[in-house]
C-alpha cells in the first residue's frame, strides 16, 4: 500500500510528561498531539501499547490484546470519584525527565485497585453497564487474561507451568475454582482494561480531529509468560510440561557480538496453519482497532527467524527456520483486507524477506543511522531509497542522532560530512531535514532527536537487560523554534499535502 507523503514524530506515551511518574493517556497527550499539528506533523508513532515486561520493555508483554495500564491517566478516575485528591498526589521519587519504574508501579497499582474497590462500591447502572458492554465487545480475549493475571499476581509472578498441574493445563473444573477464589481480583483487571480502553478512545479521537493518525507496533512475538500462551498452549513449541522448546532471538549483528535472545516462545506455525491463522487475523484486526497504522516488529521473522534451544544461553547457537511466508499474510488480507501495514526489515535481510515484504505492497524501513561508513550502494543512503519506504534518523532501538555522531567512527563522520554535507554541530536536525527531503513517503523523526538530546537520553539498548525505556521529556525542552522548524521543513519538502511553488 503506497502511503501519502507525511511526517511525524516517534514518542512513547510514557515518554510524556506528567504529574505521577509516567506519561500517560493525560492532558500531556492531548498537548502533545496538539502540538504535532501546530508543528504539522500527521503521525504520532508509538511504541506497543500492550503491558511490560521483563526489563520494562513493552515488547515483551503479558498480553497481546491488553492495554498498559501505566498508561491510565489517575486523574480521570479522580473525576468519577474513584480516586481522592490526596491519593492523586505525586509519589516519592518522581524524575521529570525518568520513569523510575520501581517508585511508580506500586503507586499506580495501589491507586488503580482503591479506584477499583470504589466503583465496585459505588457504580451507577449506567457505569455497570457500559463496563459489561466492553466485556462484551472484548469477549474474545478478557476472560483468559483477567484470570491469567490474578493468577500471576497470587502466585507472585511464578512461570505458569509452576502453578499446579489443573491450572497450567486448563483443567476445566481448576479454572471454575479459580475464577470463584479470585473472583476480586480479576475484577480488578477487568476494570484497569476498561478504564484503559476508554481513555484511549478519546485520545484517539482528538488525533483524528487533529489530522494526525497514530502508528501503532505489533511485536512478532509475545512473552512467555502471557495470558495467550496460556491459553493457546498448542499454537505455541512448548514440551508436554508447558515449557519452551526453543525460543525467540536474532543472530549476532550491528546489536550484539553474541546476538540477541529474547527468550519469546516461539509459534508452532503448523498448528496455526491448521486453523486459518484465526488467532494471527483477530490479533491485528484488535490492533487497528485501535490505530491508523500498523508496525510489525522483526518482519523478517515471517520469511524466516532465527530459532535458539531454550537451554541456550546466547543466540550464537541458533539456525534460521522458515516461517508462515504469504499464507499468513494471504489469510490477513482475505480477512481484513489491504491494510496501511509497515514492515521493520531491519537486521539480516535475504531475498525472500524481500519477496514477501513487496508481494504484499508493505513500506520498508530505512535508519540515517546505518548510512555511512560504506559504499555508495548502502540502502540506507537517501539516494538509493524508494518511495514505498519510512525512513528514521534512527529508531528506539538506537541512540539519539547527537550520541550516535559522538561515537560514530571516523569513515562513519568523514562520509557523513561529505555525503550532507555536515559538521556535525546540529547532526540531529540534519538528519531530520535529510529524512524530509526524501523520496520516502513517510518520514519520522525521534523526539530525542526533535530536541537534539544526547545518548544519554536514547529509549533502548538492544541486548541490554535493564535501564532502558525510561526516558521522559519536560514541556520546558520544547520551545516554539522546534514545532516551527519542524512545520517549515514539512511545507518545503511536500509532507503536508501542500504543493510549495
Known sequence: MRFP?????????TSLPGP???GDFGPAAYHFVDWLATARQRLWQMLP??????GNSPYMSSSAFAGNVLLIDLAELGQHGWLTADELLPPDGIEPHRLNFAAVWPYRMDRLARAARRFAATATPQQTQALQAFCAEHASWIDDYTLFMALADHHD???WCDWGTGLAQREPTALAAARLQHAERIAFWTFCQWRFFVQWERLKDHATSRGVQVIGDAPIFIAYQSAEVWARQDLFELDARGQPTVVAGVPPDFFSETGQRWGNPLYRWSAHAAEGYAWWVERIRRTFELVDIVRIDHFRGFASYWEIPASEETAIRGHWRPGPGEALFDAIAEALGTLPIIAEDLGVVTPDVEALRRK?????MRILHFAFGGDSANPFLPHNH???TVVYSGTHDNDTSVGWWATATEAQRRHASAYLPTDGSDIAWELIRTACASVADTAVHPMQDVLRLPGADRMNYPGKPSGY??????WDQVKPAHAQELALLTRLYGRDGVVVA
Do not use: C, M, T
Open 20 to 22: 505521577h511518574g509516567s
Open 49 to 54: 501499547l500492550g503491558g511490560i515486561g521483563p
Open 386 to 388: 524508494e518511495a514505498d
Open 360 to 364: 504484499f505492497s508493505l513500506p520498508g
Open 157 to 159: 509472578w511464578a512461570p
Open 5 to 13: 507523503r507525511a511526517s511525524g514524530v516517534l514518542l512513547h506515551p
Open 469 to 474: 525505556w525510561e526516558w521522559r521529556f519536560s
